[in-house]
């Protein structure tokens, strides 16, 4: 569900949003990499967790990526 969620989403937001949210890179890292302004890439993510509010509710959501994250613990 979150992959089909995230695929929606434009590229270039997409990207940022797995940059910050998955990789726990620094705005200011992911401007680097992206070779975009770090305000560009607070859009990005900001436009991401917009779109994704809508398709998963703020409890799913956040339950996704608690699992995810401690998926690298086991």
Do not use: G
Request: glycine content about 0%; aromatic content about 10%; proline content about 3%.
């Amino acid at each position: 569900a979150l992959q089909v969620a995230l695929d929606k989403l434009p590229p270039k937001c997409r990207e940022a949003f797995i940059l910050c949210y998955f990789e726990d890179l620094s705005y200011k890292e992911i401007a680097q990499r992206m070779n975009i302004s770090h305000r560009t890439v607070e859009v990005h993510v900001q436009k991401a967790l917009k779109q994704l509010k809508k398709d998963f509710n703020i409890l799913s959501l956040l339950l996704i990526f608690i699992l995810h994250n401690t998926d690298n613990l086991f």
